[in-house]
């Protein structure tokens, strides 16, 4: 027994020393606005305060905030951030009141990639319309960031999935049941025949 808390010992102070944080993540510290809180139509800002500032990277790469309908998981525009000391900023434009989904990926000073994603309700007592509705990415000269050249960072959302899943899984049922149904069938007939 000794023997075996001696090597106990020595593994948990290797296993604290490795893992405690020489190196730490960057951290989300906290957002603005705040998880499930429900804004004003117009343009919106959208901050995510983090422990540290993250990687300087070109506009429109690694560091990166994106809005998406939460029904159909739709993005409008394309994903992008201002890095602002340890901030990450960006504005959209929404008018359609509902549920819309904030999604951001942060490259930490060390490499290391964090995301996540959190919701916000839109309501519209104000008339706010816009002509450009989604994220406003514009680089310093005021191009505006193509889309279609990034990956989007939300995922459409499927919306006949489940029923298709249900139909497949039926189908896999009833063959599986007349397979075995033919099996049955014919050991009987064997057995009458013996
Ligand atoms: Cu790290």
């Known amino acids: 027994m000794p023997k075996f808390s001696v090597s106990a010992v020595i ?13 730490a993540h960057n951290e989300l510290i906290s957002t603005s606005p705040v998880t499930d809180s429900t804004v004003e139509a117009g343009n ?97 000269q005021g191009k505006e960031l193509d889309a279609s050249k990034q990956a989007a960072l939300s995922k459409k959302i499927e919306q006949n999935d489940g029923f298709f899943r249900s139909v497949i899984l039926g189908s896999v049922v009833i063959l599986l049941s007349s397979f075995a149904g033919v099996i049955l069938l014919k050991r009987s007939q064997k057995k009458k025949a013996a």
């Open 44 to 140: 919106i800002r959208i901050t995510l305060h983090f422990q540290e500032a993250p990687m300087a990277l070109p506009f429109g790469e690694g560091n990166l905030i994106a809005i998406a309908k939460s029904d159909t998981g739709e993005q409008l525009g394309p994903a992008c951030a201002k890095t602002e000391g340890t901030d990450l900023t960006t504005s959209v434009s929404l008018s359609s009141p509902g549920q819309y989904k904030i999604l951001w990926r942060s490259v930490s000073d060390d490499g290391h990639v964090a995301s996540g994603d959190f919701q916000i309700t839109v309501k519209n007592n104000i008339a706010y319309t816009s002509e450009h509705i989604g994220n406003q990415c514009f680089d310093e």
């Open 11 to 23: 593994l948990a102070t290797f296993l604290t020393f490795s893992v405690s944080p020489a190196h």
